[in-house]
């Protein structure tokens, strides 16, 4: 069976790209920020207040709650108290545990890897590039001014580093968290998923 594919990028590195035609090109499912739409409908709470949470830490909620047994609404106490972004961490870790139980998918951030470091079939896959690179296409893809695009990809990086180095206590630029990293300004997205689809195929066999 194909791997669950877990991809974890630096900002501007054409990480979702990869992992969207990856997906497609594998033909699983892909898990994304509609992520955030499963889970404010899931908690009857607002989309937007959602997005405006995602991927940013907060440092109230214990790791043995957030990673241990649960169940949304159950059995962690005082769960209707905690920060949004405590409560999008919990209810999208339980929507990543759901997706690969059902089988092969590619789920982009949210420390998914962390998440499912327990599942039998996984292939974690971190997406980066040179800082110029990130800039360039950060500024082609209208994220940001032009004379502000530098600090804002470091802005971001900083931002996704938070949030995985807090929920899962480990390093977001820790080489041993993953199975491949790549570099996509040294391959094109392409040719990166090329690369992901026959290690992905491997395992598979």
């Not at 989309?47 to 440092?59: G, I, L, P």
């Amino acid at each position: 069976m194909l791997p669950v594919i877990t991809i974890s990028r630096q900002f501007g590195s054409g990480g979702h790209e990869v992992g969207e035609k990856l997906a497609r090109q594998l033909d699983v499912p892909f898990y994304d920020k509609a992520l955030i739409a499963m889970a404010a409908k899931q908690s009857g709470l607002s989309e937007e207040v959602f997005a405006n949470a995602d991927e940013k830490a907060t440092s109230s909620l214990l790791y043995s709650m957030v990673m241990g047994s649960y169940s949304f609404g159950a059995r962690v106490p005082g769960i209707n108290e905690m920060p949004i972004n405590d409560k999008l961490f919990i209810i999208q870790s339980d929507i990543i545990k759901k997706a690969a139980a059902d089988g092969p998918c590619v789920i982009i951030g949210r420390c998914a890897d962390y998440i499912l470091r327990e599942h039998e079939n996984c292939l974690n896959v971190f997406v980066h590039a040179s800082k110029e690179e990130r800039v360039r296409r950060s500024i082609a893809k209208k994220d940001c001014e032009e004379r502000k695009a530098s600090d804002f990809v470091t802005k971001k990086d900083k931002q996704r580093a938070n949030y995985y180095n807090f929920y899962s206590n480990k390093r977001w630029d820790d080489l041993q968290n993953y199975d491949i990293t790549i570099d996509t300004s040294r391959f094109t997205v392409d040719e990166a998923v090329d690369i992901l689809m026959d290690a992905a195929k491997r395992l598979d066999r």
